[in-house]
């Protein structure tokens, strides 16, 4: 089984989350799925967590977040997904392209993505970091080269998969952080819909807890 991850990613590695330097803050929540963010001390772009729970199988949504070109189908502004490299059953790498609004370039992303699954399947972790090197820059798009994310995904057994995801990244450029956080929210929650939707749920999830 492999968790693609995606703007698409800590389990390897310390996570986003472990960060002490502040809180999580609630930004947003809608149709129970909670955005928070928050400022770390050594990156002025806010960090985001969300939390959902899905009515699916771990096998269904493996099947969707493994599906690299049907990014193009939830994930928010995504107009390229391919995988470029399969190192095992549990570690790849892939490329998406994002489109941004004029006048800002789009920008496209390298990733390095690693995975464990526990408790028989029940629990999976995964982590991704860029990869800049990994695939030729591209003419006319600006490279992200700060991009670390984590899934955390578990069985509740009754049906229901409790997700959690976190993610930081500086999307490069001369954009200044100030108008980056001003939207840091809109792109995962419009994403987590999107993949909901793709499961066949069009009724609101459950809020974890």
């Given at each position: 089984?492999?968790?693609?991850?995606?703007?698409?990613?800590?389990?390897?590695?310390?996570?986003?989350?472990?960060?002490?330097?502040?809180?999580?803050?609630?930004?947003?929540?809608?149709?129970?799925?909670?955005?928070?963010?928050?400022?770390?001390?050594?990156?002025?772009?806010?960090?985001?967590?969300?939390?959902?729970?899905?009515?699916?199988?771990?096998?269904?949504?493996?099947?969707?977040?493994?599906?690299?070109?049907?990014?193009?189908?939830?994930?928010?502004?995504?107009?390229l997904a391919k995988r470029l490299e399969t190192v095992?059953?549990?570690e790849f790498y892939y490329y998406t392209e994002s489109d941004f609004p004029f006048p800002i370039s789009d920008r496209d992303l390298v990733v390095h993505s690693v995975q464990k699954i526990t408790e028989q399947g029940k629990h999976v972790q995964s982590v991704s970091r860029s990869a800049p090197a990994k695939f030729p820059i591209q003419k006319g798009i600006i490279r992200i080269n700060e991009f670390e994310s984590s899934w955390d995904i578990r069985d509740l057994n009754n049906g229901t998969l409790q997700i959690q995801y976190e993610a930081q990244t500086d999307p490069g450029g001369y954009l200044p952080a100030w108008v980056v956080n001003l939207g840091v929210g809109v792109a995962p929650m419009k994403t987590m819909k999107a993949l909901r939707e793709v499961l066949?749920?069009?009724?609101?999830?459950?809020?974890p807890g």
């Open positions: 089984m492999r968790i693609l991850l995606l703007i698409s990613l800590f389990l390897f590695s310390p996570e986003v989350g472990d960060d002490p330097s502040g809180a999580w803050e609630l930004v947003n929540k809608d149709e129970g799925i909670s955005v928070f963010t928050r400022l770390s001390e050594d990156n002025p772009i806010k960090a985001v967590r969300i939390e959902m729970n899905l009515f699916a199988e771990m096998e269904t949504l493996d099947s969707v977040l493994n599906d690299v070109p049907g990014y193009l189908n939830w994930v928010y502004k995504c107009e095992s059953e549990n066949g749920q069009q009724a609101p999830g459950l809020s």
